[in-house]
């Protein structure tokens, strides 16, 4: 019995393995590259102006809806999230408006992003993060067991 659950394991390892190394050997990237990781040591606060919003297909690191943002002579590329998660707020950005912004401001690829936290409109906050950094868009799996890491 022992060695049979070897042997289910071994080829469910190798199953596994076996697309994505073919893809690599075919010279595809099977998955994209990891997205940077939000560092609570790196927190700020922006009040900025949106001055473009852009949304970056799913195939891409960052997928979803950016927020570029001028604060003085400063201009921010503010990640937010997945579109598919963000449209849940029924809320739309434009040039001109008027933001607040808490998140993480760190590298990736070479650019300097800032990872959201939290995205204030007027009356209207998104909260998209822990204050961890931990993205709720992540716990439609597994919800926070800790409510004051919201």
């Known amino acids: 019995m022992k ?81 598919d998660f963000v449209k849940m707020f029924d809320v739309a950005f434009s040039k001109g408006d008027e933001t607040e912004v808490i998140g993480s401001k760190v590298k990736s690829n070479g650019a300097t992003v800032v990872l959201a936290r939290e995205v204030r409109r007027g009356s209207i906050t998104l909260l998209l993060r822990d204050k961890r950094g931990m993205p709720f868009w992540n716990y439609s799996v597994n919800p926070p067991q800790d409510p004051t890491m919201c």
Not at 8 to 35: F, I, M, R, Y
């Open 3 to 83: 060695n049979f659950r070897k042997l289910a394991l071994t080829l469910l390892l190798a199953s596994v393995a076996s697309p994505a190394s073919a893809a690599h050997q075919a010279g595809k990237d099977p998955v994209a590259p990891p997205e940077p990781a939000y560092d609570t040591a790196t927190v700020i606060t922006i009040a900025a102006t949106v001055t473009e919003t852009r949304l970056v297909p799913e195939n891409q690191p960052m997928a979803g809806l950016h927020l570029m943002l001028r604060s003085g002579s400063e201009t921010f590329d503010v990640y937010v999230g997945p579109s």
